[in-house]
């Protein structure tokens, strides 16, 4: 049985019917001992016969060292969205529910090559010279977190010292409890300073920079 409903998928085939250029979901898993490994795979199985323009590498967390040392994987289930180059952007987690939708805006965003942000935004990402990690834990039941995902995407497209991963809360509760996350979306900077809430472009940009010690005039 599919895990996604022809009704969906036929919503899914006309939003990536607008992709630009062939995006890869590199996947990593080890389906034996993780509770929703297999249905994490599976998902993405199925997303990726809803397009031409997109397909699915999967590889094993233990076995497939070299390319878990590429993508610097550290804990699965984890999907990176590439389009012959790696953003830096990761799934880590079954992206079901809302999260799904953020997915597929990072899928679009890629094909698209441009991470859509403001001029003045793209401006300043640019200019930062110093590695800036973006960890934002969600839940499938949050409406806020796919914008507060979008917008830690975005910013990876625009610098390659910036890395923005999707973290699904319930599935890694040592995180969780490592980073005191009572609330989503949550967003760990640098694994030292954290945002709350999906918060508005301008002010996420201020708050990411400030915070990480390298804000551009």
């Given at each position: 049985m599919g895990l996604i409903g022809e009704?969906?998928?036929?919503?899914i085939r006309e939003?990536?019917?607008?992709?630009?250029?062939p995006v890869k979901m590199v996947h990593f898993t080890q389906e034996l001992n993780l509770e929703y490994g297999r249905e994490t795979r599976q998902a993405l199985e199925e997303l990726a016969a809803l397009s031409d323009n997109l397909s699915?590498?999967?590889?094993?967390?233990?076995l497939d060292?070299?390319?878990?040392?590429?993508?610097?994987?550290?804990?699965?289930?984890?999907?990176a969205i590439c389009n012959g180059k790696d953003h830096g952007i990761r799934f880590y987690g079954m992206p079901a529910g809302y999260e799904?939708?953020?997915?597929?805006?990072?899928?679009l965003d890629v094909?698209?090559?441009?991470?859509?942000?403001?001029?003045?935004?793209?401006?300043?990402?640019?200019?930062?010279?110093?590695?800036?990690?973006?960890?934002?834990?969600?839940?499938?039941?949050?409406?806020?977190?796919?914008?507060?995902?979008?917008?830690?995407?975005?910013?990876?497209m625009e610098n390659d010292l910036i890395k923005a991963d999707?973290?699904?809360?319930?599935?890694?509760?040592d995180l969780v409890a490592e980073y005191r996350v009572h609330a989503v979306p949550k967003t760990v900077i640098n694994r030292e300073h954290s945002l709350d809430g999906a918060l508005?472009?301008?002010?996420?940009?201020?708050?990411?920079?400030?915070?990480?010690?390298d804000s551009p005039s």
């Open positions: 009704d969906v998928a036929t919503e939003r990536l019917s607008v992709m630009a250029a699915l590498e999967v590889y094993d967390f233990l060292k070299e390319k878990v040392a590429e993508y610097a994987i550290d804990k699965v289930p984890a999907t799904f939708s953020a997915l597929l805006d990072a899928i094909s698209k090559g441009e991470s859509g942000l403001e001029a003045e935004t793209r401006e300043k990402l640019q200019q930062v010279s110093q590695p800036i990690h973006l960890e934002v834990f969600v839940t499938p039941t949050c409406p806020h977190c796919p914008r507060a995902v979008r917008l830690a995407h975005q910013f990876a999707c973290i699904e809360a319930t599935e890694f509760p508005p472009e301008s002010h996420f940009l201020d708050s990411v920079l400030s915070a990480a010690g």
